[in-house]
């Protein structure tokens, strides 16, 4: 035989398990009480919809809500539910709805009126502070503020109102980028295509990631109507040739970027380059040389501004192969002359070589560039030099890293300065001494702001004292001293004292202590204007920097990255 308690037993089962935090277990209890028709009804809804809010069931809680105000109108406590619910549910302009229908059904004497009255005028000041931005904003700053919104963003903010997805498809140029890299998940073809009929077509920047690879033709071949294309980066898998025959037609490309997930083969590269004249920027992540055939560039390229190659392909080195996959036409040996005179590349201002084979293999190259006057920043990693380098006298920022380099890595003539040389990083060199980097810095001249002397295992932090001597350093705003030997608390003071407009100082995984940091930061307050006063510190792997340390200097107004 089954035993029923009655409704008021089972509403305060339900009450106290809503006190234990036992939400469904009360709702359950709560139904069960409503069977009873003798049981407080109104109270038991109440009580229920309350369990179904903390449970985040709007919805199931709102047709409680709306039972209440059925029964009894002349009840305060269904409106305050109601509300209540509806504002948890992001949903204010309706909740003020409910408050202004309680208000026009209680009595003016209703014990409940007073504080509805409270309530719906609170809620109405609030809601006449919230404007729509776009109906406040003039049409120009609007576009202004959603032109700083990736495609992500943009299709969040469509979502928002009917208002909203009519007001942002009214701005075509809104439409003119793509940038597909934040996705969550794989993207169908269709998304590309509803954007592209957004901007009419009209989309010139479109950075491609995340499509799933049965869409990828599709969306390639949609890409490929847009006649004002400028900037496009592929960052999935997509056949070259395949490429090269799709987009024939996209004559205005200036930029033009291949992943990893790319191979593209020097006859390739040379075949966009002819195919895309006014292309002023290529970056190519998977570069691959030719075995049988030696491949001539279309010169010269006097468009051509930046050029990035990155190449794991060994099978053309030691001599095997006719074309090397960072082969770029100029910058080896002696200057090669053109017809007209000049340079080859003139107006090239970014070089980027990255050899990362999955075995190391040397890369040999001779840099000799001195006749690239344009060039502003040269990067090299993984290459085996040859000879030292030789350089442009207005280059601005250059960055050596992994491979071998001889004892002289920079060949500059006497009485010759790289005054506009700002930024100098070398990494990952296998140098017994910094004595090649004394006879650069000190012949050359360079005014530098940012020296970066990371994993250089042969050298030891006392080589650095030449060119404190020398003053070649007194302009560092930015020094990394990652991984350097010797480096401990006493040449610390030193430095400190001898680089006066240092901001920035990486000296991770050294053996510096805390009482190093601590005086870098009291340095900071003190009346000393010749000390540096340092705002940044990055101490990662440093064992003997203790949290106090880090505390200390943090609370002194040192950001410190451990």
């Not at 109601?82 to 504002?87: F, I, P, Q």
């Not at 992500?152 to 903010?157: D, E, Y």
Request: proline share 5%; charged share 25%; with cysteine.
């Amino acid at each position: 035989m089954v035993v029923r308690r009655n409704g008021s037993s089972s509403q305060k089962q339900g009450q106290e398990l809503y006190k234990k935090g036992e939400f469904r277990a009360a709702v359950t209890a709560f139904s069960e009480a409503l069977v009873d028709k003798n049981a407080d009804s109104l109270g038991i809804l109440d009580n229920r919809a309350a369990a179904y809010t903390k449970l985040s069931q709007y919805d199931l809680a709102l047709r409680d809500a709306k039972q209440m105000i059925k029964k009894c109108k002349n009840d305060q406590r269904g409106y305050l539910r109601c509300a209540k619910v509806l504002l948890l549910s992001g949903k204010p302009e309706k909740a003020q709805e409910v408050y202004a229908y309680a208000l026009k059904n209680l009595s003016e004497d209703s014990p409940g009126r007073e504080l509805l009255q409270q309530l719906h005028d609170k809620l109405q000041g609030k809601l006449a502070t919230c404007k729509d931005p776009f109906t406040v904003l003039p049409l120009e700053m609007a576009a202004m503020v959603l032109q700083h919104f990736d495609f992500k963003q943009i299709v969040a903010i469509l979502r928002v109102s009917k208002g909203w997805e009519r007001f942002l498809s009214s701005f075509p140029k809104l439409w003119m980028q793509i940038d597909l890299r934040r996705a969550r998940g794989k993207i169908n073809w269709t998304s590309v295509r509803s954007y592209i009929r957004r901007s009419k077509a009209m989309l010139t920047h479109a950075i491609i990631a995340n499509i799933s690879l049965s869409a990828t033709d599709k969306t390639m071949e949609l890409l490929s109507r847009c006649p004002n294309l400028e900037h496009l980066e592929v960052w999935i898998p997509y056949g070259i040739t395949k490429f090269l025959g799709l987009f024939q037609k996209s004559q205005k490309l200036k930029s033009l970027t291949f992943s990893q997930h790319t191979t593209v083969p020097q006859a390739c590269a040379v075949n966009l380059l002819a195919g895309f004249p006014l292309l002023e920027s290529v970056t190519f992540l998977k570069t691959r040389g030719e075995l049988s055939a030696k491949v001539t560039w279309p010169l010269p390229l006097p468009n051509i501004k930046s050029i990035s190659l990155r190449s794991e392909d060994a099978s053309t080195i030691s001599g095997f192969g006719e074309t090397l996959p960072l082969e770029v036409p100029g910058i080896e040996g002696e200057p090669q002359p053109i017809q007209g005179g000049g340079c080859l590349i003139p107006n090239l201002e970014e070089l980027r070589l990255e050899w990362e084979p999955e075995t190391w293999n040397p890369y040999p190259i001779s840099i000799n560039m001195i006749d690239f006057s344009c060039l502003r920043r040269l990067e090299l990693k993984g290459m085996e030099l040859r000879e030292p380098c030789r350089l442009p006298l207005g280059l601005e920022y250059l960055r050596i890293a992994g491979g071998r380099t001889p004892s002289r890595f920079v060949e500059v003539e006497e009485g010759t300065r790289l005054s506009n040389l700002r930024t100098l990083i070398l990494d990952d060199i296998p140098w017994n001494s910094l004595c090649s980097l004394d006879h650069f810095l000190i012949t050359a001249k360079p005014p530098l702001s940012t020296l970066h002397l990371d994993s250089l295992i042969g050298c030891k932090a006392s080589d650095l004292r030449v060119l404190l001597d020398q003053g070649a350093l007194s302009n560092l705003e930015t020094l990394s001293l990652c991984m350097m030997r010797g480096l401990d608390d006493r040449f610390i003071s030193i430095l400190m004292e001898r680089l006066g407009s240092l901001k920035t100082l990486n000296l991770s995984y050294s053996q510096i202590t805390g009482c190093a940091v601590k005086n870098l930061a009291d340095a900071r307050t003190s009346d000393n204007h010749t000390k540096s006063k340092l705002q940044q510190l990055i101490v990662r792997g440093c064992d003997d920097v203790s949290s106090d340390a880090v505390a200390y200097g943090r609370e002194r107004g040192i950001h410190i990255i451990t």
